[in-house]
């Protein structure tokens, strides 16, 4: 029951639910996401809501650049799946692969905030700001939040390159790399509906 | 297999900041709750008196909206809800049989969160400037046109919300993971079932306040426009979020109330509760019809017959779990042998009592009526029959049922019984007029009438009755001064109780359970006693893992609390040049979201190996 | 994959079934690309009306997160109870809002 019966000996087949904790932190972790599906729906909902209420400012129809948005989703798409190769490689108990995986995760995460950021300054030079309109908002609201999931999910899979060096695999850890790559994956479903509902709605108009 | 890991372990204060014992944190829930109710009553008792005769000039009109705002917010946010986390942590591992709850150090930092957040809220009492839009916050109100305090209630309660969810989900995993072998679902305890179900409620509600504050926060402090007309928004999007949280938010409250009577109850009627699966139906359904009735706050605000008709029938359609509940408690205590101490009393009471809340509630959710009844003192009247009849009432009783498992000590019962004479007048003879008074016309959050309405008399009738229920409460402070001072004697079954916590002494030890219990029916403590028999254990004696104390927790909420005044004093005009520097900018914000993300990497990179304790020791303590 | 059963533990611990490798999560891969694709062809297509658009975006939105869902995030697998009723509650409370949005709010 304790957290560390495991220490160098062979890792169970599945480390991130093997002791007590583990368990709890996945659990959790899935409740979590319910509530986060919950804080993203409002968010959705705000959107849905005011997303006609331009006044004089552009529409999404004139701001947004697909291709952009296509390059994005492909980066975050392909990062979501980097981070299942990383799940793979904890299950065949291979540390550097975790690291090598959740690494290129990141870097496609950062190559898809930084597309964002790109963005959002050039539609701040377009006058589509958070105080011009309702529009502006609700935008900036939604998908900043989505944004703002994306780098605190950078900052932390970061840190836990880190401490699998530091650390290795253990029945303590494992559970946290499974965790951390649920949310990345969560982080990829909430943007399928982003490109969705604020992008290509945008676009059809 | 045990590792003996040398674990720094404080004492005094420092026990206090960094304890994640459930038990210890029970109880500071219970202190910080207590002192907001005492701080939002003392609220109430000003309304009161300002409206004892007509055209009274006791407290002016903005004070009277700050106080009335801040008497809503306190009394929902800052004590009823962590009230009832306090019994949820005190209680409900030991119901179910655990050592611990799954997240103990989560479980410190949902309480420190609540707690400052709860300080943010409360800070304009030093400072000045209370929010004062009313406990709902209506947009335009709130966002242009109150000053710092709407800030300090949206920044308060995203703060203290935070520690709420976390909380929820904290139980919502202890009750699925951490479950005595053999306690089923079925065999749950009905306090630890609505427990349950009230976190699934928290879980899916919350994230929506969060939203609709950080909404608030944007239009105020970066000129969004989500709720402003002159920019696109819509004001009445603020209404649908809250109420999208706060009619959930309602049964978030009431069902741990009526958890704590459906123990109550089937103990001091020496029966099993009666319809024990009805119960959990009941309950169960209560919480997901809440999800689909919030529109009834908003039926005057016009969407239409098609919005109105649905919302209605919605509503009224909870009658039928709520009325199922009312049932089996009357059966529970039928040709029972009822025993009226202090605790009772209050379940007792309860009962008829919420009652009356729950058919002026039937009564509200008629549309064309509530046309007559919206925003007068009708309304008041309803939600405290509701609040104070069903809520308080289930709270105090839970206090004198579980005071001695949680203090070892037992509140005294004749001063029970004189708070609980003096605090149920009060509470009939302030808000049973008040339905009449709405009726007869008078609406609510004004802070004074005209004289020769009809409406002097009760008016003072229910301020009079604010005064019992002041003195209820002053008795059950003194009650609660004099029992801290008698000794420790309370045996670990002081009620002849039948669920699991009174299997082990008053008050616990720090790991619950020497043995993890073998469950083998409901009321497993009943069913050994009739046997004559005790609760067999389900495993042999071993070394015990614990969590260890930590500080991040209160580091932490600190660095919260820091970066919250930070953000709402950013844009705020000192008078002091050297003040003016430091806060009028982002400096406190981004120290505070360091303290923060510091507190956060130190607890990812630190393990925490806890400590055990061994066989020797837990004999020792027979 | 074999020494599943080797690990003893006082635990009694729920055994997923075995890892099932990379195949199925490339498939899941393959599938969500060509959704994504789909969707963004279909709304450069001037030929579709706005209405088939919408709905059709929807929909492929949603095949791709219950395929994201059910492949990557193992929802498929067994002892995910309590994560399904979490995230279909709280999309249940997402529809209820967008209802309130599209339907309550203005009108």
Known sequence: ?205 | MAHAHTVKRYSGLMDWLTTVDHKKIGILYLLAGGFFFLVGGLEALLIRIQLIQPLNGFVDGQTFNELITMHGTTMIFLAAMPLIFAFMNAVVPLQIGARDVAFPFLNAVGFWTFFFGGLIVNVGWLYGGNPDAGWTNYAPLSTGFSGIGADYYAIGLQIAGIGTLVGGINFLVTIINMRAPGMTYMRMPMFTWTVFVTSFIILFAFPALAVGLVLISFDRLFDANFFNVAGGGNPVLWEHIFWIFGHPEVYILILPAFGIISEILPTFAKKRIFGYSSMIFATVLIAFLGFMVWVHHMFTVGLGPLGNALFSVSTMLIAVPTGIKIFNWIFTFWGGRIEFTTANLYALAFVPTFVMGGVTGVMLASPAADFQYHDSYFVVAHFHYVIVGGIVLGLFGGAHYWWPKMFGRKLSESLGKVTFVLFYTGFQLTFFVQHLLGLWGMPRRVYTYLPGQGWDNLNLVSTIGAFFMTAGTIVLLINIVLTTMKPKDQPADPWDGRTLEWTIPSPPQEYNFKQLPLVKSLDPLWEAKMKGEEVPAAEPLGPIHMPSPSILPFTMSVGLFIAGLGIMYANHDFVNQSVEKFFHSMIPVYAGLAIILISMFLRSVIDDHGYHIEVEELQKEV | MANHEQVQSSERIKRGPAHEGPRNHFIAFGISMALTLLAFVAVATPEFGNTFKVGFIIILALIQAFVQLAFWMHMKDRGHIFPIVGLATGFFVFLTALFMAVKLLWW
């Open chain 1, 1 to 205: 029951m304790s957290s560390h019966d495991h220490h160098g000996g062979a890792l169970p087949a599945h480390p991130e639910t093997a002791t007590l904790e583990g368990k709890n932190k996945v659990l959790g972790f899935w409740l979590f996401l319910g509530g986060e599906t919950v804080l993203f729906g409002t968010l959705f909902a705000t959107f849905i809501a005011l997303r006609n209420q331009v006044l004089d400012g552009k529409s999404g129809e004139e701001l947004f650049s697909l291709a952009i948005v296509a390059a994005a989703t492909i980066l975050l798409l392909t990062s979501s799946l980097f981070s299942v190769l990383a799940v793979q490689a904890m299950n065949r108990q291979d540390v550097k692969g975790i690291q090598f995986w959740l690494a290129i995760t990141v870097l496609f995460g950062a190559g898809f905030l930084g597309l964002e950021i790109y963005e959002f300054v050039h539609y701040v030079h377009e006058g589509h700001t958070i105080a011009a309109n309702a529009f502006g908002s609700s935008f900036y609201a939604l998908v900043g939040f989505h944004g703002a999931h994306v780098a605190f999910g950078l900052l932390w899979i970061t840190l836990l390159i880190i401490q699998l060096s530091k650390k290795g695999l253990t029945t303590v850890t494992a559970p946290k790399v499974y965790v951390a790559s649920l949310y990345w994956h969560f982080i990829d479903v909430v943007w399928v509906f982003i490109f969705t509902v604020v992008y290509l709605m945008g676009k059809v108009g």
